[in-house]
């Protein structure tokens, strides 16, 4: 018989490259950047499954070039806002994400972002590079403290409870705004306004969704402490980069640290590059060694699952099934 054929966009973890290959007749995007949309147009006709990164646009025009017998698109995130859900949950395509696998690698890297901005570590390390280092001093690069300092999680999910696990670690107080969330470590629901207006630390772990987007706008910035720390390892769009810059750049917060901005990547000429009290990072909260190859391997199983016809394992529109 033969196998399926799956569409790849980008080389993934050799683990899950096997997995599809000993399964599918595969085609892979060579390159380390994304192929183009008329790529992908191209290469999709007649695939079964389609196994996607964050960085493509997976829309009805791609659907419907690839044709009705198109049953899964398994995404290699736990985001999905780069696929037209609603799209592929009319045509009855199943879509796949990895939840879960990436939250403690996520949770790291945003509470180490936290510790940078807040402990001025990038800052400090420039000065000795340029040798401004001259003395040990009672007021040089002084930061914020953690301890008893009030950490303000927007979105209460998977990565916002391991982020809160964390902080419980460094005895700050931790509130949430997630409506549905799950109380844990002792952190306390409180309103969107409160928590802006409280925290000393500000973490977001939304998906980007209608209402999330620009969540973090000027109103956003005018209620929080002149202290406040803003960091966003979700999604670029969820920060107004405009309300951002002025934020910063008139000291109306102490820092921010981004891992992802709007767009991506960002331009060498966006006037964020400019500010001495902000950190980007390349979008890189899930890139260890460990999760990266744990994402292949589960992108591949709900890949695998959907040319099959069984359930994935994550499913991000299980109305499909009903
Ligand atoms: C990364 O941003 C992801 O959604 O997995
Ligand atoms: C992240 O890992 C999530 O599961 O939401």
């Given at each position: ?6 569409y790849?966009?980008r ?10 290959q ?12 994304p192929?183009?949309?008329e ?6 006709p ?18 419907k ?11 290699y ?8 859900i ?7 395509i ?23 901005v ?27 403290d953690?301890v008893?300092?009030?950490l303000?999680?927007?979105?209460f ?12 670690g ?5 509130l949430y ?18 928590l ?6 500000i973490s ?13 706008s000027?109103?956003?910035f005018?209620k929080m402490k002149?202290?406040?720390i ?16 002025d ?32 950190i980007?990072?390349?979008?890189i ?13 589960k992108a591949?199983?709900?890949?695998l699952?959907g040319?099959r ?11 499909i099934?009903?």
């Amino acid at each position: 018989m033969q196998k399926p054929r799956v569409y790849i966009t980008r080389v993934l973890p050799a683990k899950g490259m096997q997995l599809i290959q000993d399964h599918c007749q595969m085609e892979v995007w060579p390159d380390e950047l994304p192929p183009s949309r008329e790529e992908i147009l191209t290469r999709v006709p007649g695939v079964a499954g389609i196994l996607s990164l964050l960085t493509d646009k997976i829309d009805a025009e791609v659907m419907k070039a690839a044709g009705s017998q198109l049953r899964v698109i398994s995404n290699y995130a736990v985001g999905y806002n780069n696929i037209d859900i609603k799209a592929a949950t009319e045509r009855g395509i199943a879509v796949g994400n990895t939840p879960g696998i990436l939250t403690d690698a996520t949770a790291d890297f945003a509470f180490a972002l936290m510790l940078t901005v807040g402990r001025r570590i990038l800052e400090a390390a420039r000065t000795v590079r340029s040798g401004q280092w001259q003395t040990w001093g009672p007021s040089i690069l002084l930061g914020s403290d953690f301890v008893g300092a009030t950490l303000g999680l927007i979105g209460f999910g998977r990565i916002g409870h391991a982020m809160a696990k964390r902080a419980s670690g460094f005895d700050m107080r931790v509130l949430y705004s997630d409506a549905g969330a799950e109380p844990a470590y002792d952190a306390k629901a409180a309103h969107l306004d409160t928590l802006l207006r409280e925290s000393d630390f500000i973490s977001l772990h939304v998906p980007l969704t209608a209402d999330t987007h620009h969540l973090i706008s000027t109103s956003a910035f005018e209620k929080m402490k002149s202290n406040a720390i803003l960091i966003n390892t979700a999604r670029g769009e969820i920060v107004d980069p405009a309300a951002l810059y002025d934020a910063l750049k008139n000291r109306r917060i102490f820092g921010a640290a981004l891992d992802v901005t709007e767009p991506e990547p960002l331009p060498m000429d966006s006037p964020l590059l400019e500010l001495d009290n902000l950190i980007i990072c390349p979008h890189i909260a899930s890139a260890s060694v460990i999760t990266r190859e744990n994402m292949a391997i589960k992108a591949v199983q709900n890949l695998l699952a959907g040319i099959r016809g069984e359930p994935l394992p994550n499913i991000v529109n299980p109305q499909i099934y009903e």
